[in-house]
């Protein structure tokens, strides 16, 4: 009885200080993508795995459940310890990222996956990046050390470790996105632009020589000029359909299981979820998943904004750059105004690592806007 008395208190105590209009943005979000799931991609993967039953909407439906239960556990520790243990755990997934091309799975040329007991296929960078956001802001923030310039050349260090591991993979959607969230969290630190444009300089000639001159990557350079010149090259099939299938789907769409695309192009249901809502949906269901996105990053900066904290202004900042970036490359691959790169949609597509990544991140917003207890 003293246990369950202690449980509600818990649940009371993190119900009654949580922005309940953000937390019911993720899981609006959460459900949109489990309702897509149901109709638009279930069946489809269903046949592929000969199973023709509802297995992979029930795994989705898992990993959201799981998801929803990580945000609970991520939003209601205190945040002294969010932040000790976030430093802990950053550590432990990089170990994990380290093991991927010593242990990991390959697929279509690439090592992004292990294989744990309790999640399988599980892709290492998704756990890395959240924690990523919280270590690199609490270096920036760190009132030990004064000296601006060594706190950016370590929180780079920390960066390009995580980016040279990424490579071996390779996972260049990845390792853009990384780069990305270290360079806004620098730049809403206060770095001189005058700096930042140097430093993107000296990245961009680096980025270019390794595409252009390291066979490995050979396959970027590929992609890169079939994306400028379409005949060039076959890297575009994917792009192409999806873009084709947007077009097809007008405005309303052709209707629930009409759509074609998902038959033909593999991981439609995560690398071109968009892609797949639309031709069945039309682009009026983007439009409203693309304002339910903007409302909740809305929120979120609106929260920032009456924060004091530099630490937290910091973290909730990069962790909603993060998401921001991560949707517009996923819909910028659907319409063909980027490259082709795997980049699930958050909280929409499929995937058990992308869906907990989601879910930390939730967390961690949800822990740094709650009312503050006085």
Wanted: glycine residues 6%.
């Amino acid at each position: 009885m003293e246990s369950k008395n202690l449980l509600y208190s818990l649940y009371y105590s993190w119900w009654k200080n949580i922005d309940k209009f953000i937390f019911s943005l993720i899981i609006l979000l959460f459900l949109v993508g489990l309702f897509f799931s149901l109709v638009s991609t279930s069946l489809i993967v269903s046949d592929n795995l000969d199973t023709n039953d509802y297995s992979f909407f029930f795994k989705h439906l898992f990993f959201i459940i799981l998801g929803i239960t990580v945000i609970f556990i991520f939003s209601s520790i205190d945040q002294k310890k969010l932040f000790k243990y976030s430093i802990v755990v950053f550590f432990i997934s990089l170990v994990f990222l380290l093991l991927v091309p010593l242990i990991g799975i390959e697929v279509k040329g690439s090592k992004r996956w292990i294989d744990l007991y309790f999640l399988p296929r599980f892709q290492p960078i998704e756990l890395v990046k959240p924690f990523l956001i919280i270590f690199t802001s609490l270096i920036l923030c760190n009132q030990k050390y004064n000296n601006i310039i060594f706190k950016y050349c370590f929180s780079f260090i920390i960066t390009l470790s995580v980016v040279l591991l990424l490579s071996l993979q390779p996972d260049i959607g990845q390792t853009l996105l990384v780069l990305f969230s270290w360079s806004i969290l620098i730049f809403t630190s206060g770095i001189s632009i005058i700096f930042l444009i140097i430093l993107f300089s000296i990245l961009a000639i680096v980025f270019f020589y390794v595409i252009f001159f390291v066979p490995k990557f050979e396959y970027i350079k590929n992609r890169l000029i079939s994306f400028f010149d379409s005949e060039s090259g076959t890297y575009n099939f994917q792009s192409d359909k999806a873009l084709e299938s947007i077009t097809s789907g007008g405005f309303f769409g052709k209707g629930i299981g009409e759509g074609t695309l998902k038959n033909r192009v593999p991981e439609a249901h995560t690398d071109y979820i968009i892609s797949v809502i639309s031709e069945e949906f039309g682009v009026i269901a983007i439009i409203l998943i693309l304002f339910l996105f903007l409302v909740f990053i809305y929120s979120v900066f609106k929260k920032v904004y009456f924060e004091n904290d530099e630490k937290i202004k910091l973290i909730l900042v990069g962790s909603i750059s993060l998401i921001l970036m991560q949707t517009m490359i996923h819909v910028g691959v659907n319409i063909r105004l980027f490259p082709t790169t795997g980049m699930t949609l958050p909280f929409i597509s499929y995937g058990g690592s992308s869906i907990i990544s989601i879910s930390i991140l939730s967390g961690v917003i949800l822990n740094l806007t709650k009312r503050k207890i006085n």
